[in-house]
């Protein structure tokens, strides 16, 4: 069964500054992998998606991933964050019979 | 136009009520999903229905039914509440993978928040 660990719970980073989310999945295929983003009392919004190709995926508002197999990663960064960038990041994997199994998470709070 | 809509938003009630919310996709999409995000942020999938048929079930009380009366349609009925049940409920919907990997993703409603007191 596929999963997915997000190990750091919370993340506080300046305006301005870069930003690294961690994120590793365990998948026996190729996996497809996702970075969501919910801003408080609001749905799941798609930032990204990894199939296949280009390990270094572009995505809205800035941000970008890159998948490394052989660390079984796919973390998501920022060059210089936003105050509206503050909100629950969610790192996906999609298995069998087109399961999406979430990561628990990370909380990014942005310092003015 | 809202994509995948949710309703109610909130929703309150006392422990043993039954109550149902409702959930409508005007993607065309053919798979239409169920997850529960508890007080932790975790996010769960409980249903998925492909073209009105029952595809994941996965460990949720028999209390919970779905229903999915056309593919634009996926209901979940929740009987006997219980303070257990208070969380967020996330519809989402999603085309086939077989239709290409370009436009795929899942496309999430806007959440139904209950509290069972």
């Known amino acids: 069964a596929q999963s997915v660990t997000q190990p750091d719970i919370h993340i506080t980073v300046s305006e301005g500054a870069s930003l690294e989310l961690r994120c590793n999945y365990s998948y026996g295929a190729t996996p497809y992998l996702f970075w969501y983003v919910q801003s408080p009392g609001q749905g799941l919004q798609l930032l990204l998606k990894?199939?296949?190709?280009?390990?270094l995926v572009q995505g809205i508002k800035g941000f970008e991933a890159e998948f490394k197999r052989s660390q079984s990663s796919f973390n998501l960064r920022k060059p210089s964050v936003h105050w509206s960038d503050a909100a629950e990041y969610f790192c996906?994997?999609?298995?069998?019979?087109?399961?999406?199994?979430f990561g628990t998470g990370t909380q990014l709070k942005v310092e003015l | 136009d809202t994509a995948v809509s949710q309703t109610p938003k909130y929703l309150v009630t006392q422990m043993g009520n039954d109550k149902s919310i409702k959930c409508e996709q005007n993607l065309g999409h053919d798979t239409m999903y169920w997850y529960k995000q508890d007080s932790k942020k975790f996010l769960k999938i409980m249903f998925s229905y492909n073209n009105k048929e029952l595809i994941i079930n996965e460990t949720v009380p028999n209390r919970f039914s779905p229903k999915s009366p056309d593919k634009a349609h996926l209901n979940l009925h929740i009987n006997s509440l219980e303070l257990g049940d208070s969380a967020v409920y996330f519809c989402a919907s999603s085309q086939d993978l077989v239709l290409g990997v370009a436009d795929y993703g899942y496309t999430f409603g806007s959440g139904t928040r209950l509290t069972v007191v």
């Open positions: 990894y199939f296949s190709g280009d390990t």
């Open positions: 996906a994997v999609l298995g069998g019979g087109n399961k999406l199994t």
